[in-house]
T-cell receptor, first 112, second 115 residues
Framework: QKEVEQDPGPLSVPEGAIVSLNCTYSNSAFQYFMWYRQYSRKGPELLMY????GNKEDGRFTAQVDKSSKYISLFIRDSQPSDSATYLCAMSFRNAGNMLTFGGGTRLMVKP | DTGVSQDPRHKITKRGQNVTFRCDPI?????LYWYRQTLGQGPEFLTYFQNEAQLEKSRLLSDRFSAERPKGSFSTLEIQRTEQGDSAMYLCASSSLADYTGELFFGEGSRLTVL
């Protein structure tokens, strides 16, 4: 079993829809949680970062962490075709020098 | 462009040959990472440098893989006696020592195809 599990999709939604992306993890020692976005043939780029349970909002994006359930989510409101990409959850241990463990990624397609 | 740059972008080689990839991180970043990504999978950690010191190396990294960062600036990743299973995208990333957010700045990767 992988340390971080993520539904690979693809997830196809119409423009304007609310998107929910999820990851589960097995190691309760993970302390920092991130969402990265990766466009085709590009490197991943950081979208959201959080270290505590609860919600964190940034524009159309909301990251949610539930440490008791070992479950994290990313919500995208008013999805746009430009949001079409692969979304990777990532997490790290405290004092781990930013060494990240990634999920497998969920491919999202937003249709105009 | 002051981002992370990787070279070459694509390398095709025959099984058994050696290949070397180069990464130039963002100039003020102390930390440099190598990850490997296969199709449909997330990046997998390979190794990590803080300045010129290699601080961590994945147990998944066989003895055929070696990485260096001789002067704490650019880094090279060499794969000896390549195998078809080495075909993947090799991603380099860098970050600042002072950054606690987990933000890694990735390059666009070096894609390896082993025939």
């Amino acid at each position: 079993q992988k340390e971080v599990e993520q539904d690979p999709g693809p997830l196809s939604v119409p423009e304007g829809a609310i998107v929910s992306l999820n990851c589960t993890y097995s190691n309760s020692a993970f302390q920092y949680f991130m969402w990265y976005r990766q466009y085709s043939r590009k490197g991943p780029e950081l979208l959201m970062y959080t270290y505590s349970s609860g919600n964190k909002e940034d524009g159309r994006f909301t990251a949610q962490v539930d440490k008791s359930s070992k479950y994290i989510s990313l919500f995208i409101r008013d999805s746009q075709p430009s949001d079409s990409a692969t979304y990777l959850c990532a997490m790290s241990f405290r004092n781990a020098g930013n060494m990240l463990t990634f999920g497998g990624g969920t491919r999202l397609m937003v249709k105009p | 462009d002051t981002g992370v740059s990787q070279d070459p972008r694509h390398k095709i080689t025959k099984r058994g040959q050696n290949v070397t990839f180069r990464c130039d991180p963002i100039s003020e970043h102390n930390r440099l990472y190598w990850y490997r990504q296969t199709l449909g999978q997330g990046p997998e950690f390979l190794t990590y440098f803080q300045n010129e010191a290699q601080l961590e190396k994945s147990r998944l990294l066989s003895d055929r893989f070696s990485a260096e960062r001789p002067k704490g600036s650019f880094s090279t990743l060499e794969i000896q006696r390549t195998e078809q299973g080495d075909s993947a995208m090799y991603l380099c990333a860098s970050s600042s020592l002072a950054d606690y957010t987990g933000e890694l700045f990735f390059g666009e990767g070096s894609r390896l195809t082993v025939l």
